[in-house]
């Protein structure tokens, strides 16, 4: 595989768990430093009420400073993960960070069509799938991967419909990386932008009916957030007590337009007491932040019927997909001094480097153990793709499948008059088979 991406492998160093990154001029961590909201940092998890008096800029709660040091005790409200679940939570957000190299290569080799990398932001979508229940639905937008691997979603599976092949189940009808699972309560992902928020109040309505304990998230990007589906979503949902966690994901860039071209408030969090609902902001790099908070949102949203929202702040290294030069807009001027530019002050911060020391501090993890999950990693996507590019296309019937519970005269037709024309011209569809020629039964 190539590295025309800028993804391409390289090999963990072991000072990047053992030495704090070179000084930035905030070593009392006491401001946050994100393009979507800069804000003072606080330990305390405290999600804001409609009817607080509060002063903008709303806090950012976090539990781990960029070192990975904690800044607070387990009696002041530091999570204890289990050493296993702690660690399946690193090998979910490399195996994501792997699997966005060897595919976003893809890519661009002309494998596939389309690829959206979910590097720097890996804590948003696996911590907050931590803190839910298995049975909980997730509304994804884009960049959930790590959330469908924790659900467990295969390498297999998003290989397959990244490929459209015969073994991908959406049958090589959306677009790539528009994946889901209803055995892992996981929608499919939409490329209608906001569309998931709504749904996602429709489906806690009726778990509410249903009296389920179960709640819905919907995530969405703070570019996402300009879109009339979110405002909508936001308020029918408070006005019917939908248990609904709204999760916003503000990493600065949307797509391809920086968040000074998308609002001038305060962020996204405002939004949701705006709305009447509690919300926070919190740091999206902090794994244990992001589990701590979404934990409580469920909590909130289930014992007092209440949608939540969470703004957690985060980076998109990344371009926005495959499509999009990020050099037409993206920033080079590093925030403090002492740093190249602006991508490497954040990839310095990135969640995987920062609960890596966290974990290196309790002796759970170290650079070979990264070095390791990374090269199987690695082997699996590498052959995940070469298996799923092997595998067949999806049998022409599926075209007519699916959709209506009983197929109307009119796709009948369009179904004979297809596989009469691809009998007729079977030398120009060498890819079809006989058996898939055959009449459906």
Not at 180 to 203: D, E, F, M, N, R
Not at 339 to 358: K, L, Q, T
Not at 417 to 423: D, G, K, P, V, W
């Amino acid at each position: 595989m190539s590295s025309q991406s800028g993804l391409g492998r390289e090999p963990v160093k072991a000072e990047r768990w053992q030495q704090p990154p070179p000084p930035t001029g905030d070593q009392a961590d006491a401001h946050s430093n994100f393009k979507g909201a800069k804000s003072a940092y606080t330990s305390e998890l405290r999600f804001l009420e409609p009817t607080d008096t509060v002063q903008p800029p709303i806090p950012c709660f976090r539990l781990m400073n960029d070192q990975g040091v904690p800044l607070v005790g387990e009696d002041e409200g530091l999570p204890v993960l289990p050493r296993d679940y702690a660690l399946a939570c690193m090998a979910t957000m490399v195996r994501v960070s792997e699997f966005d190299k060897i595919f976003n290569d893809a890519q661009r080799q002309g494998r596939i069509s389309f690829y959206m990398t979910s590097r720097g932001e890996e804590a948003c979508s696996v911590a907050s799938a931590m803190a839910l229940k298995m049975t909980d639905w997730i509304l994804p937008q884009y960049r959930e991967v790590g959330a469908f691997f924790w659900r467990g979603l295969t390498y297999e599976d998003v290989a397959n419909q990244l490929c459209g092949n015969a073994n991908d189940k959406a049958h090589g009808r959306q677009l790539p990386l528009h994946t889901g699972g209803a055995k892992q309560h996981i929608l499919y992902v939409k490329s209608t932008l906001g569309t998931q928020c709504p749904q996602a109040a429709g489906a806690a309505y009726a778990m509410k009916l249903g009296r389920k304990d179960q709640c819905a998230i919907a995530y969405f990007g703070e570019g996402c957030a300009s879109e009339g589906d979110v405002s909508s979503a936001l308020n029918i949902a408070a006005v019917h007590g939908c248990p609904t966690i709204f999760f916003c994901r503000n990493n600065g860039y949307a797509i391809s337009t920086a968040t000074e071209d998308q609002y001038v408030s305060d962020g996204i969090a405002p939004r949701g007491l705006a709305f009447g609902m509690p919300s926070i902001r919190v740091d999206g790099n902090d794994v244990l932040a992001v589990f701590a908070a979404t934990r409580r949102a469920r909590e909130i949203a289930l014992e007092q019927g209440r949608p939540v929202m969470i703004e957690a702040m985060t980076y998109r290294i990344g371009a926005h997909s495959t499509s999009d030069d990020d050099s037409k807009y993206r920033t080079l001027e590093a925030p403090e001094q002492g740093w190249d530019n602006e991508r490497a002050y954040w990839e310095a911060r990135s969640p995987i480097i920062r609960f890596g020391r966290y974990l290196h501090s309790l002796g759970w993890f170290n650079p070979q153990t990264e070095e390791h999950l990374r090269k199987q990693a690695r082997r699996d996507a590498i052959n995940t793709l070469n298996q799923a590019q092997a595998t067949g296309k999806p049998k022409v019937e599926t075209l007519y499948t699916d959709v209506y519970d009983e197929v109307p005269w009119m796709l009948e037709e369009q179904e004979r008059n297809l596989r009469s024309h691809l009998s007729e011209y079977a030398e120009h569809y060498a890819e079809i088979t006989d058996e898939q020629l055959r009449t459906r039964h």
